[in-house]
Each structure stands twice: as C-alpha cells, then as structure tokens.
C-alpha cells in the first residue's frame, strides 16, 4: 500500500513536538536506524538541525543533498565515528559504541587503505579485521570488479580503487551499510558498474543508506530517499510514492528543491 512521503510540516500547531519522519516498512520489519531530534555542531556551527528519522530494515535509501547539507555527519554518526551531538540515536536498538558497530558497515568518502595492498592483501587484511567478513564473496566482487590482483592501489585508478573499497564494505556481513559518496569522483562509466557491484547478493533484511549529490546515477537503485538541506530533514519517503506525488523524476524535484 501506498504510503506519502513526510515533510517537517507534518507537526500540527505551532506547540507540536517533531515526530520521526519514517520511511515506509516493506513487511512490517521494525526499524533498524531511529534518530529522534538530532543536532550536531562543529565550533558552534550547526551541520545536523533537530533532525528526526526512521528507516526500517530491507531498505535501499538515498540520502540526498547538496555538499555539505549534513550528510556525512549523519553517515559518521550513525557508524559511531562522531559523538558530542544533542539527541537520541539508535541502530537495531544500541545506542552507537561497540555493539551498534559490530552492526554497520562504513564507506567513509576517503582513502582508508594502505597505498602497497593489493586485491588480495587487502581481502586478508579485511579478513582478520572483521568477523563478519565475507572473504569469498570479497574475492567474487574483486572478480566482477575486473580489478588486476597483481596491482596494489597506487598503481591503480581512482576508480579502480573505490571498486576496490566498495568490495571490501559490502562483503561484510551487516544489518546496516552506510555509503559515503561512493560514486563521486569516477566517471560515468565506473558509477553504473561500482552501483551494480554494491547490489550484487545484497542482503534483502539489511538497510542500506547512499549518500550522494549524483542524484540522477543513483535514482535508479534506491526505493526510498531522504532529502536534507542545511542540516534540516526536507523531504523523506518511498521513490515511487514521491515520483508519483510530484509527477517527476528524483533528479528534477533535487534540482527543484536545491536551486
């Protein structure tokens, strides 16, 4: 059934506490990430603004907004990475710290491999790192990925690289994938392939959550968004519900709304 995106005007009167702005369950799963008024500062400066939301379990989400909206604070959040905010975060019901990590798996936008590893080191690395590590299907996206196992990444391209990265993240075995911008910076060619590779044998009981300002790359994947804007939450809801409520694409309400 149908359900309509949620808005921050979805409080009624101007006393009216902000709710969770949820995105539809597909099956009545509970919900895997609940954020309930969530504000963030750096130096005084606010990147997350009362920020509400749930998001439930056999989701693919893009998290949507121009650079430096709030994003990757969230992202760096959610994986536990950032802690001094204001506000109630929870992932599968744990509070972010060592049981809500061993949960989620982080694409930080950033180099966080060593130069000299190859396909094959790296998978060892990752292998002894996690224990949720999927080495087999780490080796079977490494194959898809067409990346040369003799190469170690300062041979390789920038492309070549994040293939590399996105492969090691998505072969752990998580309830929760939080992608930091994982097709900014390659060309068009590597962001259809790199997509492809993220939803190989994805876990449909897992949440996955896609930043990106490519909205047009990644529309084609994601069933649910989340619209942010100056730290705010601006729109959240299934992609087909908000095409349909629009009557237009992802890309054109984003270049709308961003404008």
Same mark, same amino acid.
């Given at each position: 059934?149908?359900?309509s995106p949620t808005t921050p005007s979805d409080a009624q009167g ?11 369950? %597909?099956? @009545? +799963?509970?919900? =895997? ?7 963030? !500062? ?5 990147? &997350? ?57 982080? %694409?930080? @936008? +950033?180099?966080? =491999? ?7 080191? !790296? ?5 002894? &790192? ?20 003799d190469h170690s990444l300062r041979e390789m391209s920038r492309g ?41 044998d994805f876990d449909p009981d897992a949440l996955m959550l896609i ?49």
């Amino acid at each position: 059934m149908s359900t309509s995106p949620t808005t921050p005007s979805d409080a009624q009167g101007p006393d009216a506490r902000p709710r969770p702005h949820a995105i539809p369950s %597909l099956d @009545d +799963a509970p919900p =895997l990430v609940v954020v309930r008024r969530l504000t963030k !500062a750096y130096r005084g400066r606010p990147a &997350l603004r009362d920020l509400s939301l749930t998001l439930p379990a056999g989701r693919i989400v893009g998290l949507m907004g121009a650079n430096g909206c709030g994003k990757t604070t969230l992202l760096k959040i959610l994986a536990g990475l950032l802690a001094d905010y204001d506000g109630q975060v929870r992932i599968a019901g744990h509070a972010p710290g060592p049981a809500s990590k061993a949960r989620v798996a982080f %694409l930080p @936008d +950033a180099d966080f =491999l060593a130069a000299g590893l190859t396909p094959p080191r !790296a998978i060892a690395q990752f292998s002894r &790192l996690f224990a949720d590590f999927d080495a087999d299907k780490a080796h079977r996206l490494v194959d898809f990925f067409n990346l040369p196992l003799d190469h170690s990444l300062r041979e390789m391209s920038r492309g070549m690289g994040e293939k590399l990265r996105v492969a090691l993240v998505m072969s752990r075995r998580a309830r929760v994938y939080l992608l930091d911008e994982p097709i900014s910076g390659v060309d068009p060619a590597a962001r259809e392939i790199i997509l492809d590779g993220v939803l190989r044998d994805f876990d449909p009981d897992a949440l996955m959550l896609i930043s990106t300002h490519l909205i047009a790359d990644v529309e084609p994947v994601v069933d649910s968004v989340v619209f942010l804007k100056d730290g705010r939450l601006l729109l959240a809801g299934d992609a087909d519900d908000l095409r349909q409520t629009r009557s237009t694409s992802l890309d054109a309400l984003f270049r709308k709304e961003y404008r």
